[in-house]
């Protein structure tokens, strides 16, 4: 990523470092353990190595079942400051595995197993006379049974239209528009100037580009009198007209292609197939009736390392629009209960033939971290709190049964709980669960990045800013969350002068100064230090053993607080930093101490 980038947050974060000054003690205490030694100290800036780099760990775009695109979080991330966005879309659905390709319009709903396709309907203007009927006959001559028949009267003025929406089961047919063509047979009965039929795909949300407004794009294929390419609606409606036939004709729509014709300067295949709605629709007084059958949904490029290739050049077009945010290929794999994969080699599940069906079990998620693993990337258990596991103990319980599925971080800040989730980080790290807690915001959408919650973004202190460096800063624990609209600053925990934030000491000293860094922190906030016994209590008590020392912001100076950390039998310490409605908008990841080598070892990227 750029210098200027670099020098920027560096130029930020030590600026705030200065403007405020050094640590005493005025402290609250909470929980059990033990209260430690503050002590002041005039330096006032850590002797840091690198920048930090900032990173959204967790999003959604086009091949995802909402309306979010790459162009909308890139522009957010550019605004938030964001330096590194890792793009992890559902595994199943970049594939388009088990995804719905043909619709036959055998009636409302089709399919079995509750795996169905369902159309909705809806009126919207004046409309007349408005019914869709499935029909024995005419039906297509290349598709046996039934057929649709949509008929509207419309107003003197203005259009009146009668849509059907179809819902498929699990969204299975949202994902990119890319190297996709729809397919549509269409019978025109009473179609002309004032009488259409209209085949509809909403697609994704981009912010304001050229003399367009922000917005969600749509493409209408409008079947009747005129034709050609043109825009409506401030230029986010996309319209493509075809002249009706007599007799039936089958219309091949190539989404992609029309948005690149009439948007040149987007990145035609960001754009979700979010909604496909077939409607009629007429004004002065006209009928209009069609007949339509035989959809299909025709996808390339989608199998293993082809759906990966046209990922990424979905990324590489837009390398040169954002020069100063890097891009990263994750994937969210998302039949098992989810899990996050970073570095290593990118790879794609290799499902059965079938449904796309998510296998709860543990059993399934440990296969697919071990496979994470063979792939020699970093795995994160995702969202964890919910399903058989809603409540913090029982979660903390299968953590520890399970070392966190085997997977290497942990989302503490998502949609739940931080605080909720935070419990069972705790009780997972009392048992030397050495697991890097990150935050994320899971988004699907990206229009508005800090006008909603959750906002965590994590940030981490590499050796460089290439991706096996961030993977390596990740893996040790060397990072932080926080709310990035609540707090721009930065944390980090030294042992002896050296950092120590996701490292595992093991000496004999009683007492080792640590020095807890929390740059520029917010009016009226606090900053909790807390320390936790490391005492591998088990699966059989699920509850964390911490004590929890609260310092005023106006006593924290030069943004660090000193103190003499006793390990004792083995304790850790983190931090929080909490804002003046005593919301969490910073999470530190904890440093352990032992005075003998701890049960089980301590991983090569950990120890100190």
């Known amino acids: 990523m750029p210098a200027t980038a670099i020098s920027r947050r560096r130029a930020l974060l030590l600026g705030g470092a200065l403007a405020v000054g050094a640590a005493t003690a005025g402290a609250a205490t909470a929980g059990v353990g033990r209260s430690m030694g503050l002590r002041a100290s005039g330096l006032s800036a850590p002797p840091l190595r690198t920048d930090p780099v900032r990173m959204a760990m967790h999003l959604h775009a086009c091949f995802s079942e909402d309306t979010g695109s790459m162009h909308a979080h890139l522009d957010q ?4 400051g964001v330096d590194v966005v890792w793009w992890t879309e559902h595994d199943f659905r970049l594939q388009a595995h088990g995804y719905r390709e043909a619709v036959r319009f055998d009636g409302l709903s089709e399919g079995t197993d ?10 919207s203007g004046p409309v007349e006379a408005a019914a869709g009927t499935f029909v024995d006959d005419p039906h297509s001559p290349a598709e046996p049974g039934r057929a649709l028949r949509l008929t509207a009267r419309g107003p003197a003025a203005g259009w009146g239209q009668l849509q059907f929406e179809g819902t498929a089961w699990n969204s299975t047919y949202s994902t990119s528009i890319a190297a996709t063509t729809i397919e549509l047979d269409v019978l025109a009965e009473t179609l002309g100037p004032n009488a259409e039929l209209v085949v509809e795909v909403l697609s994704s949300y981009r912010p304001a580009t050229g003399t367009r407004p922000a917005g969600q794009y749509t493409l209408q294929y409008r079947v009747g009198d005129a034709t050609g390419r043109f825009t409506e609606q401030s230029g986010l409606l996309g319209v493509v007209g075809t002249r009706a036939v007599r007799g039936w004709q089958r219309l091949r729509l190539r989404p992609a292609d029309d948005m ?32 339509v059958d035989r959809l299909r949904f025709l996808r390339r490029r989608r199998e293993g390392q082809q759906a990966l290739d046209l990922q990424a050049e979905l990324m590489a077009a837009y390398a040169g629009r954002y020069p100063g945010i890097r891009q990263q290929q994750g994937a969210e794999l998302s039949l098992v209960r ?7 080699t990118p790879f794609l599940p290799d499902y059965p033939d079938g449904p796309p ?16 693993h063979d792939h020699e990337g970093l795995a994160s258990h995702n969202h964890p709190l919910g399903g058989a596991y809603r409540q913090p103990r029982d979660l903390g319980r299968m953590l520890v049964e399970t070392g966190n599925l085997g997977a290497d971080l942990l989302e503490v800040g998502c949609g739940a709980d931080v605080d909720a989730l935070a ?35 994590t940030t981490v202190w590499p050796a460089g800013d290439a991706e096996p460096e961030l993977i390596d800063a990740l893996g040790a624990g060397r990072a932080w969350f926080s709310d990035m609209a609540g707090w721009s600053g930065a944390m980090d925990i030294y042992a002896a002068g050296q950092p120590a934030m996701g490292g595992v000491l093991v000496t004999a000293q009683a007492q080792v100064p640590l020095t807890v860094w929390a740059y520029d922190l917010p009016a009226d906030s606090t900053l909790e230090l807390i320390t936790g016994e490391a005492d591998f209590a088990g ?6 053993a911490i004590t929890v020392e609260r310092i005023p912001s106006s006593n924290v100076r030069r943004g660090r ?23 969490v908008v910073g999470f530190s990841n904890p440093t352990w101490m032992f005075p003998g080598p701890p049960p089980g070892g301590i991983p090569p990227t950990r120890r100190l």
Not at 77 to 80: I, N, S, T
Not at 357 to 372: G, N, P, Q, R, T
């Open 114 to 123: 509750e795996r169905e396709w369902t159309w909705t309907a809806a009126e």
């Open 260 to 291: 690149a014709a009439l948007w040149p300067d987007l990145v035609a295949g960001d754009a979700s197939l979010y909604r496909f709605r077939i409607a009629v629709r007429a004004r002065r007084g006209a009928t209009a009736s069609a007949v």
């Open 423 to 457: 419990e069972a980080y705790d009780v997972a790290a009392r048992n030397g669960l050495y697991v890097t807690a990150t935050g994320v915001t899971d988004d699907h959408d990206g229009d508005d990045w800090l006008g909603r919650t959750p906002r965590w973004v």
């Open 561 to 583: 607080v000193d103190l003499d950390f006793a390990p004792g039998a083995g304790r850790y310490l983190r931090a929080v930093v909490r804002d003046s409605a005593e919301h």
């Open 77 to 80: 991330a550019e605004r938030a």
């Open 357 to 372: 069906i998510k296998d709860e079990s543990l059993e399934a998620a440990m296969a697919m971290v071990d496979l994470v």
């Open 539 to 544: 699966s059989a008590v699920p509850e964390p």
């Open 338 to 344: 989810h899990v996050n994969r970073f570095g290593g």
